[in-house]
Every structure is written in C-alpha cells, then in structure tokens.
C-alpha cells in the first residue's frame, strides 16, 4: 500500500537529500531515487500573520475536539489531511505549560528561565504531538496496522492513538532497556509489544525490513507526518511567549527527530513573519549516546559514525539516529550548539529541575545538563532567555529517580581527584533518600528537626 499525498493543498513531499519530489511516500518513507529521508514543503504558502495568530487564539475557546487539540489548533500550518473529521485521532494533545525555573536558573547562571513540558501530554511524553498527526494520516489511508521501534516512549503514545483509532499496532522495543512505565503503558493500550534482544538500533533495522513485506504503517519518526505534528511544541512556544521568540531552546537528541521538527517550524515561523527573528536551537546528548555531538564537533557534520549507544537515560540510548541530517539543517540555520553531558550531569540536573517543582525524566534532563555547559563555554549569556523543552514526564522512570535519591544509581566510586568525583559530590547535595522510621510520634518529630536544621 503507499501513502497517498493530498493533492488538495499546497504541501508536497521532498527528498532532504537529492531533492526529489514524490507524489506519494514508499512504505519506509525513504526517497526511492537516493534512500534519504522525506520531508514536507509548502511552495507559495503565504499568510497574513496577524488573523492566523487571531484565529488560532480564537480556537482557545472552541468546543470542537480539533480546536482544544493544540497541535490541530495550528492546523493552517500542517498539510492537509482529507476527510479530516472523519480520520483524525486526537486525545487533546498539545496544551503544554511553560514553566519558569528560578531554582534551575540560579544552578545554571542565567536570569530568564523556562521549560516548555511536553512531559504533560497525554501519555506523558512530547511523542503525542507528532502521533496525533501521523496515526490520523495512517487512518485516513486505510491501514489496519501501525507499527514502531521504540525506546519506550514512542511505543505508549502509538498505542494510544492506535487504540483511540480502532487500529491495531506492533511495537518492537529492546530487551531489558526501557522503563517499566512506558512498557506498562503500551500493554494496557492493547499493542502487540515485542521484546527485541537487541537495542533500539536493531529494533529500526528490523522495523525497516517488516515495513516492506507487511502492509503497516509505519510511525518512527522518519515519518514526515510525525515531524509536521512535533512543530506544533514550537508554534505553542512561541504564542505563550507572545511571538517573542527567546534566545536559546535547547532539546535533547536522540533520533533527533524532535530537534528536526523544532527547528523546521521555527524556519517557517519566521519566514511567514510569525516570528522576526530565530532563537539558536542547540542539541544535548548523552555522553555514552553522542554520535551526533561527535559528528559536529570531528567531523563538521560530514558524516555521522554510528556507535554502540549507553546511557541510564534510556529513552535516548541510540547510536544510529535516522534525522541527524534534518538536525544538522537546523542546528546550522538557527547558529545552535551541541554539548554532551555525563551520567552524573544528567541526574543531578534531573534532581534540580525535581526540586523546582517540575520534575522530569532522565532524557528531558540532559537540557539543563547542557544548559549549564553551554554558559560555562559563554555561548549562553547570563542575560539571555532560555527554553528548555523537557520532554517526558518525571513518572515515566520512577526507577532512575529512587535510585538517584537512595545513593545507588552509581555502582562505581568515582575515581579520586577526577572531575567526575566533584560532580558525584556535588549531585549528593540533592540526594534525599527516603527515611524508614518506628510508627511513632517522636521519631517522625525528631527526624522533622533534623530536617529543618539542614534546610
Ligand atoms: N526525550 C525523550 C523522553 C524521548 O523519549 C526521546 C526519544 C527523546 C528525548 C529524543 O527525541 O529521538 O526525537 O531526538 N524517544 C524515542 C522513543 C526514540 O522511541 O520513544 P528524538
């Protein structure tokens, strides 16, 4: 079956690589002249700024199910899927807060701090964005299956717009690597989840050779439906900012469709005049999970050398990352940086971005982590705003977060006299372990003094 391409509007499908210009997308979503990726463009596409942000303020009060969506919201900016009413899967998605982190902002050195939570979509991840978009596009085309490789997050929310969709759909996540959160959410939504013995590279490979025997649909986000879904955090952004674009976003990468998708709306944000200037778009990965922080900084963005990923941020333990080209566009456009940042850095700045009352989990943290680097090298200036898009929910791995606090997440000292065991005492200051007390009113009482003398 191939992806039939609305011919009622503007929108048209390209190759990012060779420039082609199919009608319709193959089953994988590769270009079938080069093998690149495809993304959407809408040539003569032109609005008048002031009634577009009128309209889709308007919508804020409508009781129809497309207008309380904020991705459906910002529908002039996506392509157009027929029959829309008939197809489109939405469970409200979008309507993220933007959160101001004074805690964080004192730790991190900068006056003007936020975080945009797209952890507060409805499975708690900023995958439903993208998915509400993608899984009404595989509806509309007829599909009964949906399928995805996942590090757990793309998984629940795929399940969930396949069950809200009557669609059946296949995960395929790797063995023992995902939180049981996300696990647990894919399960009560019905999909058919597999377990792969493998990580989440070898989850995509075998995806990819299931797609082209199979009639499902598939919903990573190689697929430009996902990507055109995932703009909307960006054009939200930017309404809560009142069109006032901050100086910095940063995003953590992964697959790097996310950053892809941020920094797409933001180009075309500007160029419709939405916007009058870009906020520098900068990319945090992890250490162990760094191969595009490695293809930037060895190799100018010249090639990408995959590698064998590790990380207890699992949600971004992947070494092959499909969008690193579309990121690279970005990054480049917008004049962002990349930074990569260590296990240690990743939990203390999850633990600080918890005590500001926000929480978050261990991927979205690597943002802060990254922040801090970012104005230790001075590409981050005191006076500047920053956005951090925090991106899945603290609950999602509750695992990570007891560890952290009960001094176990580290099964290894750190080396004395190691940068790493400053970090290691530095991140034991937000430590706070539960306390197993008698049932009585004076160990809690005395266990309350203790606690107030060190406050
Ligand atoms: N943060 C979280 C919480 C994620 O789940 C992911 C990716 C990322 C960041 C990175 O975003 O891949 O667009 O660069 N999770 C995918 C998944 C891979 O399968 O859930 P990216």
């Known amino acids: ?74 529908r002039e900016l996506l392509p157009h899927i027929p029959n829309l009413e008939e197809h489109a899967i939405t469970l409200r998605e979008g309507n993220t807060p933007l959160y101001r982190l004074p805690r964080c902002a004192r730790a ?24 509400t978009f993608a899984a009404s596009s595989a509806h509309q085309s007829g599909f009964r299956w949906v399928a995805c490789a996942s590090t757990g997050n793309t998984s629940a929310s795929m399940a969930a717009y396949a069950a809200r969709g009557n669609m059946h759909s296949l995960v395929l996540i790797p063995e023992g690597k995902i939180s049981w959160g996300k696990l647990s959410q894919s399960l009560d939504y019905g999909a058919l989840t597999c377990q792969l013995r493998t990580d989440f590279d070898g989850c995509v490979q075998i995806l990819n050779d299931l797609v082209r025997q199979k009639p499902v649909y598939l919903l990573n986000s190689v697929n430009p439906y996902r990507i055109e879904g995932q703009k909307t955090a960006a054009i939200e952004l930017m309404e809560q900012l009142a069109w006032e674009p901050p100086d910095h976003i940063i995003v953590p990468g992964g697959n790097l469709g996310n950053s892809s998708a941020i920094g797409k709306a933001l180009l075309e944000m500007r160029e419709l005049k939405l916007i009058s200037r870009l906020p520098r778009l900068s990319i945090i990965q992890a250490h162990g999970a760094n191969p595009f922080y490695r293809s930037v900084r060895e190799f100018g963005g010249r090639k990408l050398e995959p590698m064998t990923a590790d990380t207890l941020a699992t949600a971004i333990r ?28 990743i939990a203390a700045a999850k633990a600080e971005i918890g005590a500001d009352g926000i929480g978050c989990e261990p991927a979205s943290a690597v943002t802060l982590a990254g922040l801090k680097k970012l ?5 981050v200036k005191p006076g500047e705003a920053v956005v951090l898009i925090l991106t899945g929910h603290a609950l999602k791995d509750p695992d990570f977060t007891i560890k952290f606090h009960r001094g176990e997440l580290f099964a290894d000292k750190p080396v004395a006299g190691t940068p790493e065991e400053t970090e290691a005492a530095q991140a034991k200051y937000l430590q706070r372990a539960p306390v197993v007390l008698d049932a009585n009113l004076g160990a809690v009482i005395a266990a309350l003094d203790a606690a107030d003398r060190n406050s």
């Open 318 to 345: 992947i070494g092959n990352p499909a969008s690193w080209k579309k990121a690279l566009r970005v990054l480049q456009a917008t004049g962002g940086e990349v930074e990569e940042v260590s296990e240690i850095e």
């Open 1 to 74: 079956m191939s992806i039939a391409q609305n011919t009622e509007t503007a929108a048209k499908l390209r190759c990012i690589a060779c420039g082609a210009t199919p009608d319709s997308a193959s089953q994988d979503f590769r270009c079938t002249a080069c093998g690149d990726l495809l993304e959407f463009f809408f040539p003569g596409r032109s609005f008048d700024p002031t009634s577009l942000k009128a309209l889709w303020l308007n919508r804020r009060t409508s009781r129809h199910a497309l207008d309380q969506s904020g991705v459906w919201r910002f």
């Open 375 to 379: 104005r230790q090298s001075g590409f």
């Open 108 to 131: 991190a050195g900068v006056e003007n701090l936020h975080a945009k939570h797209q952890g507060m979509n409805p499975t708690a991840s900023f995958k439903d964005t993208g998915m």
